[in-house]
């Protein structure tokens, strides 16, 4: 463990472990490096982790060898996911020991999912780590470094009383703005549904909703740095159901309206509903507790399609659940052939510890890859021909961030498609409009649509490109 040389033994409040927390007596300020794996909210609760270390002088580094604390912010959905962390605190192992050669220290602190669910298990199997810190109490990060450098290693997967959103520091509009112009805003967390093969019930909780003022206060600030997208983001987010400023509870509709409002946000996004339909089969859809039907799903498409004929859909998919047969996987291809995605996430099922279906009758290995594969292929056939519907096509794009080759930008399309853009970087955070000139496989090409672009793009518009 790390020597706690010249450490205070009581450091009752956070601003005395600002101090104490310095195990390697430098001066100056200490580099973060954060590690963020799985979904947004993990993207989201780095930047506030980091947002929480910056008074207690911690700025953050892209350079895991320069820091002097190292975070790895923890993904559970899937065991891939999780072994890739104790791969990682291999090598930070090794980081760390060269480094205790030249009397330096990296403190190591595993948060996120992974954190929630094994807990102590992760000091057993690797001894690297100082801190373990859940989902909901890494707001009190600069307390737990300062018992760990005191007692040794120390682990918090509380879910405390407090809320966590109530202890948390708003970053500077410098850290803002160094994150780029489209952000996250978690205004809904945990899930109820309890599908019988997802673990984010046990490792993110129940569902909470987070009060509309607090949202919106959070989204002013952004706004205020520049940013010009937010992305609302709930493990179920169309389950918000947070408090109004008068006491009565608001739905997302509702919420996503109030955010429209505010000034500089032009572009709006949420996600993840509990839209995603995982099977096309009856019998798996009950097995794996999704509560809708084939048939029900294809009723909400057909609902959208006629309400936004021009909507891109996409989804999840999990392969090989436990029981799954041929024909029920066949009904999954067929599914897909019928609703024509225009992407989709597909995954082989991990059996996850405490979840009811890691219990049945497991599929083999290999007919879940070939599944996967076949999955894949279908899935790939249909979003190839989604993307070669934007050729010629022009749309507003918010150009977010420096793009895949020098003097491009990257945007998204209406319908997230990733778009790289021939624009100079000081067009960063203005909306544009593009004409899509090319199409590979997975992205799309596009070019500024004449001279008045740069005025046109100062509004914000949503484009309908398929009208
Ligand atoms: N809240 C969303 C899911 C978010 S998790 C919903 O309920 O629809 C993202 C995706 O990971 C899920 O949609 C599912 O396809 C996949 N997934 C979750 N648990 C999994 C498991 N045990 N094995 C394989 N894939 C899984």
Known sequence: MAETTGMSRDAPSARAARIDIDPTGMSGPRKLFVKSYGCQMNVYDSHRMADVLAPHGYVETAAVEDADLVILNTCHIREKAAEKVYSELGRIRKLKDAAAR???????????????????????????????????????????LARAAREGHVVDTDFPIEDKFDHLAAPSRAATRARGVSAFVTVQEGCDKFCSFCVVPYTRGAEVSRPVVQVVAEVERLAEAGVREITLI???????????????Q???????????????????RYTTSHLPVQSGSDRILAGMNRRHTRAHYLG???????????????????????????????????????????????????????????????????IKATRLQRLQQAIDRHQAAFNARALGMTFDVLLEKPGRHPGQLVGRSPYLQP???????????????????????????GVLDGPAARAAGRQPAFASPGA
């Open 102 to 144: 030249h009397r330096r220290d990296i403190v190591v602190a595993v948060a996120g999912c992974v954190a929630q669910a094994e807990g102590e298990e992760i000091v057993r199997r690797a001894p690297v780590v100082d801190v373990v810190v859940g989902p909901q109490s890494y707001h009190r990060l600069p307390a737990l």
């Open 234 to 248: 709930g493990q179920n987010v169309n389950a918000y159901h947070g408090a109004g400023p008068r006491g009565a």
């Open 250 to 268: 608001w739905t997302l509709g509702r919420l996503l309206q109030r955010v429209g409002e505010i000034d500089g946000i032009a572009r709006l």
């Open 300 to 366: 909400v498409v057909e609902r959208l399609r006629a309400a936004r004929p021009d909507l891109a859909l996409t989804s999840d998919f999990i392969v090989g659940f436990p029981g799954e047969t041929e024909e029920d996987f066949r009904e999954t291809v067929t599914l897909v052939d019928e609703v024509g995605f225009a992407g989709a996430f597909s995954f082989k099922y991990s059996p996850r510890p405490g979840t009811p279906a890691a219990l049945a009758d497991q599929v083999p290995e290999e």
């Open 419 to 445: 778009v790289q853009v021939t624009a100079s970087a000081d067009m960063i955070g203005e909306i544009v409009a593009v004409t899509i000139s090319e199409i590979a496989p997975n992205s799309l090409f």
